[in-house]
């Protein structure tokens, strides 16, 4: 299995910033791209953010553009997500997914999923 594991949500008031780590220890995460996804209540996964292998290449959805920033560090084998200016719309559980298509951030082909971290912003 390709899982990832995800950690650092939690709570957080309106106009916020948390950061969202995205590991594993059982296979290279170089080798693929990485998404992070979110899926509210009652909602659909979105796609919110991809980064190729290299950390070159970079895509976001628009409601995130200029508030989320993804990365990744290929010698640690993780991959994060800084969220700044959060917002009420943005509680969803987060998930990071691996793509085979390493060479560009498109991440139309989610592997395995993982258990998600929950982020709640709220006042």
């Known amino acids: 299995q390709f899982q990832l594991e995800e950690s650092g949500g939690g709570l957080v008031q309106p106009g916020g910033s948390l950061r969202l780590s995205c590991a594993t220890s059982?296979?290279?995460?170089?080798?693929?791209?990485i998404g992070w996804f979110r899926q509210a209540p009652g909602k659909e996964r979105e796609k919110v953010a991809c980064i190729d292998g290299r950390g070159t290449g970079v895509s976001y959805a628009d409601s995130v553009t200029g508030r989320f920033t993804i990365s990744r560090d290929n010698l640690k084998n993780a991959v994060y997500l800084q969220m700044n200016n959060l917002k009420p719309e943005d509680t969803a559980t987060y998930y990071c997914a691996t793509d085979p298509n390493r060479m560009q951030a498109m991440c139309t082909s989610p592997g395995d999923w993982g258990q998600g971290t929950q982020v709640t912003v709220s006042s």
């Open positions: 059982r296979f290279t995460l170089a080798y693929y791209s």
